[in-house]
């Protein structure tokens, strides 16, 4: 039988996206905007993050996306998981490229907020997101 627990969050420095302490992660440095409800992170990423030759793996794009929708949630609500993730490439990420990541609070109703990012390269759409996120209040 398995035994149902509530989901403690804490946070910590050692998330895989944002962890400052976390020397294998990506230690992405996101900002908060309170009053739009939004969030923005600048990064270059390595080849120790590619998938295929040049390019950085979806996993790693899809995590950054997912974490500037929880950023842009955590203007309203400190604790918060991601619940769905809808995504869509839009185009091959190199590795190595100045990447721009934005993410903003569409809808705050209830448990579930939605909220959406986008990964952009000089100004052009590589990759976005929607995301549907659980609120723990």
Known sequence: MIE??????????????CGQDNPIGLQANFT???EACSSHATLQLS???QGW???VHGGIIAALLDE?????????????????LQLRY????????LIEISGVLTESHR??????????????LYAEAQAKVFIFN
Not at 69 to 84: D, F, G, L, Q
Not at 111 to 124: D, E, F, H, R
């Open 4 to 17: 149902k627990k509530l989901l403690n969050v804490t946070e910590d420095s050692a998330c895989f996206v």
């Open 32 to 34: 908060m905007n309170p």
């Open 47 to 49: 080849a120790d993050y």
């Open 53 to 55: 030759q040049d390019v």
């Open 68 to 84: 500037a929708c929880i950023y842009a949630c955590r203007c309203k609500a400190e604790r918060c998981v991601t619940a769905e």
């Open 90 to 97: 839009r185009k091959p990420v190199p590795v190595g490229a």
């Open 111 to 124: 448990k579930v907020w939605q909220a959406s990012a986008q990964l952009k390269i000089a100004g052009s």
